[in-house]
């Protein structure tokens, strides 16, 4: 039985595949498009090893999950997804977060500043996973500008750096962490 290798070595001129087959370079849009996923995907595992309730835990799953097909479709630079067997990212998965979201900010107090990051390790990641996530936001959006994205994938992205924020909102609440609120022009 042949065994499969991880590397390759067609990449090592700079460029690379797209689902299609098409060659392009490692910085192309696309590519940072997806790769940001890939990276966001990565925190949000960070955030599953942190000692974190069940719940949440398999809801991020179910995020990572969500991140893994919104990659596959970024990769595909074809009208088709030749003809692969994967659902793409709907308005329910939206719907999902947006009802988690809700329920999160039903139980924490009203915001009214921004907040500065931190104050624990679960906190200070999950605001890195937000920043990533925006930064995903800007890529899928730059390549929204020459390539036809799935208009869903925006809306998934961009709600998701909103529940990233909540999230971490919770986690202070839990783990009772005072928020350190941002407020213009004072010093401490």
Request: charged share 25%; proline share 2%; net charge negative.
């Amino acid at each position: 039985m042949k065994k499969n290798k991880v590397y390759t070595k067609t990449g090592d001129d700079g460029n690379t595949s797209l689902i299609s087959g098409k060659r392009v370079p490692k910085h192309d849009c696309r590519i940072k498009a997806y790769g940001s996923i890939d990276e966001l995907n990565s925190w949000v595992g960070i955030i599953r090893s942190f000692d974190i309730s069940k719940d949440i835990n398999n809801e991020l799953i179910l995020i990572q999950r969500n991140l893994m097909t919104i990659a596959s479709q970024l990769s595909n630079d074809s009208n088709n997804f030749l003809n692969l067997d994967i659902i793409k990212i709907s308005n329910e998965d939206v719907l999902l977060l947006e009802q988690s979201i809700d329920n999160m900010t039903e139980e924490l107090p009203d915001l009214k500043n921004f907040v500065i990051p931190g104050g624990h390790e679960t906190i200070a990641n999950t605001h890195l996973a937000r920043c990533v996530c925006r930064r995903a936001e800007r890529c899928i959006t730059e390549l929204s500008s020459t390539s036809e994205v799935d208009s869903v994938i925006l809306f998934y992205i961009n709600r998701l750096s909103d529940y990233l924020f909540t999230l971490s909102r919770k986690f202070s609440f839990d783990l009772k962490i005072e928020e350190i609120k941002w407020i213009p022009n004072i010093n401490i």
